[in-house]
């Protein structure tokens, strides 16, 4: 992956396989999880794997760039904050996980459908919290 894109778990079988390593789609799956990979977006349009590194600053310039590529609009509703993504491009299950990563101490849960992204606090004044963050990062 550090080599380069990696759009699906079919892709990087094949790859894997192509190498020697013989593994299967389940077993993929669990490692993609357990080894802290998640899918980011180019700003394209396209995904691809990436490894979440250890330095919590590097993670976060991802998000960052994840807000500021794929974001349209954010509204906070009393401890929850509403954000809209491009339809069908799963951006909002993206930016989800790499909330859920991040681990942000203002968000305590995320939900995300197709395009859009519900992003859950404890209070109120967490959750403008948490929309002056996307909102400084917007394009």
């Known amino acids: 992956m550090s080599e380069r894109k990696i759009e699906t778990q079919d892709e990087l079988l094949k790859l894997l396989n192509d190498a020697g390593i013989e593994t299967t789609q389940a077993t993929i799956s669990r490692d993609i999880h357990m080894l802290n990979i998640v899918k980011a977006s180019d700003g394209t349009g396209h995904t691809y794997y990436v490894q979440l590194q250890k330095d919590p600053a590097h993670n976060y310039d991802r998000l960052y760039l994840g807000i500021h590529n794929n974001v ?5 509703v009393q401890f929850l904050n509403v954000v809209k993504t491009e339809p069908n491009s ?3 299950t993206i930016l989800a996980g790499m ?3 991040l681990d942000v101490p203002e968000v305590i849960g995320t939900l995300a459908g197709n395009d859009t992204l519900i992003l859950i606090s404890k209070t109120p004044e967490d959750a403008q919290a948490v929309n002056k963050l996307i909102t400084d990062h917007l394009a």
């Open 99 to 101: 909330f859920d990563e």
């Open 72 to 76: 349209q609009t954010v509204e906070t």
């Open 90 to 92: 799963s951006y909002a």
